[in-house]
């Protein structure tokens, strides 16, 4: 089974930055997508953005221009740059992977982004 750790969360003051890290390792991964989702209290995950072994990506409308995804994936790490941070960016950031083989999804626990002045 695999594991994913996020990192790299905290309080940052609006306008600024944070860069967020997801190491992952396991016999059973698909890398293709990596997906980055966010969830505030009581809401479903949204989708924050999509990588694709190739380097596809795809974010959704509210990040666009603010956030980039990129992986390295020989070194089982993908990152999340988060520029030009907006109160509404506040919520627990998760590394989403899926399984080789099945229906299984694998989850981090999260990192949680706090922006505020």
């Known amino acids: 089974q695999a594991q994913l750790v996020e990192s790299g969360g905290g309080l940052v003051p609006p306008g600024g930055s944070l860069r967020l890290s997801c190491a992952y390792r396991?016999?059973?991964?698909?890398?293709?997508?990596m997906r980055w989702y966010r969830q505030t209290q009581g809401k479903q995950h949204e989708v924050v953005a999509q990588i694709t072994s190739n380097g596809i990506t795809n974010y959704t409308e509210a990040v666009k221009g603010r956030f980039t995804i990129s992986a390295d994936h020989p070194g089982g790490t993908g990152f999340l740059q988060m520029d030009n941070l907006k109160p509404e960016d506040t919520a627990m950031y998760y590394c989403?992977?899926?399984?080789?083989?099945?229906?299984?999804?694998?989850w981090g626990k999260g990192t949680l982004v706090a922006v505020s002045s």
């Open positions: 989403n992977l899926l399984q080789n083989r099945g229906d299984m999804e694998y």
């Open positions: 396991g016999s059973a991964i698909r890398i293709d997508p």
